[in-house]
């Protein structure tokens, strides 16, 4: 049996989809996380300053890096939540996890388990969102020259903002089981409401969605219909192939 990492966005459902998987797999689950707010509890800090603290002190990322990369190495059966396991645990099955920052910002403002991430108000909560993920994206470019937003980093990405939880726990796991038969599956599954249809996108129904990721927006190169009838009939997910 192989690891599984879960990265994504705040918000994006890691957690939830992680307490599902050990539910019905004999894995164990390492958070990155934890060990990430316990750092910043040590140094007085938010989460948020503690990601602009050590932009300029890696040491303290290395610390959890390292303990999952030696993890990686010499075990198996672990679900790793952690926004850069995917690098350090490259034997593994690579899931990433997107949400919108509207639905994201509703979540986590009204989630009151999150102690150490509650905001003020919703503009607050979205605008501190933003930085975060603004600070993480560039402290891994800069510490480790590599790109969270890059999605051909993964095997699998699913977008939560309009899905069930059970939808994504259901893709999610069906997708696992695919990887590790080494069997075909849709490695790309996104809300057909946050795909833009451009006026030069292809409309034709018998082909595959394929979208452009630019600017942390998706749009729509090839199947522009096929997304149409997905926003008719109501789906909260469509398979889609990404143009790198």
């Known amino acids: 049996m192989i690891n599984i990492t879960i990265a994504g966005e705040l918000g994006s459902g890691k957690s939830t989809v992680a307490n599902h998987l050990i539910n019905n797999i004999n894995y164990r689950i390492e958070s990155a996380g934890l060990i990430f707010r316990r750092l910043a509890e040590q140094h007085g800090m938010t989460a948020k300053e503690f990601n602009q603290f050590i932009e300029s002190n890696p040491k303290y990322d290395n610390m959890v890096d390292d303990a999952i990369k030696e993890m990686g190495e010499k075990e198996e059966n672990i679900i790793f939540d952690s926004r850069l396991a995917w690098?350090?645990?490259?034997?593994?099955?690579?899931?990433?996890?997107?949400?919108?920052v509207d639905t994201a910002t509703q979540r986590i403002f009204n989630d009151k388990g999150r102690v150490s991430e509650s905001y003020s108000d919703m503009a607050t909560a979205k605008k501190e969102i933003i930085e975060r993920r603004q600070s993480e994206v560039l402290r891994y470019k800069t510490f480790y020259n590599v790109d969270i937003d890059n999605y051909s980093n993964y095997d699998f990405i699913i977008d939560t903002s309009h899905a069930t939880k059970e939808q994504v726990n259901e893709l999610v796991l069906k997708s696992f089981f695919a990887f590790e038969q080494g069997r075909e599956y849709d490695k790309v599954w996104l809300s057909p409401k946050n795909l833009i249809i451009e006026e030069n996108s292809v409309n034709n129904s018998e082909e595959d969605i394929e979208i452009e990721k630019r600017d942390g927006k998706f749009y729509v190169v090839k199947g522009s219909d096929k997304v149409r009838a997905a926003l008719e009939k109501g789906d909260s997910l469509v398979a889609v192939k990404i143009k790198y």
């Open 87 to 100: 690098h350090f645990v490259p034997k593994s099955f690579k899931i990433y996890m997107y949400v919108d």
